[in-house]
């Protein structure tokens, strides 16, 4: 059983990306046993810097879509402003028309 659970580990964590904790919970081994016999292996340093750059690469692209979102979100602000502003102005539009249309169906300059 020894050997078994570290190279399920080994499996585990570097050819299918489970974290320790995940490891620990399925395999029913300490997440300090796991861990021990993760850092003991030569290529752990590469495999967790590895990981590092993942996460690194992730933060940055949701950083950038929380980014884009904000942008756009503010695009719409200002569309919205606009709009209303147009309406407002059409509104205005209406009543000076219906309004000289009414003084005889022509419009008085």
């Known amino acids: 059983m020894n050997i078994e659970w570290k ?10 990306g489970e974290k320790i904790n995940a490891i620990s919970k399925q395999l029913g081994i300490s997440e300090r046993s796991i861990s021990a016999h993760l850092n003991s292996l030569p290529n752990i340093t590469a495999e967790k810097e590895r990981r590092k750059q993942a996460n690194r690469d992730r933060q940055r692209d949701r950083d950038r879509e929380r980014k884009q979102r904000s942008r756009l979100s503010k695009g719409q602000e200002k ?3 606009i709009y209303e502003f147009i309406k407002l102005d059409h509104r205005t539009a209406v009543r000076i028309l219906s309004r000289d249309f009414m003084k005889g169906g022509r419009l008085i300059h």
């Open 7 to 16: 190279e399920r580990a080994e499996v585990l964590y570097f050819g299918e």
């Open 79 to 81: 569309i919205d402003e």
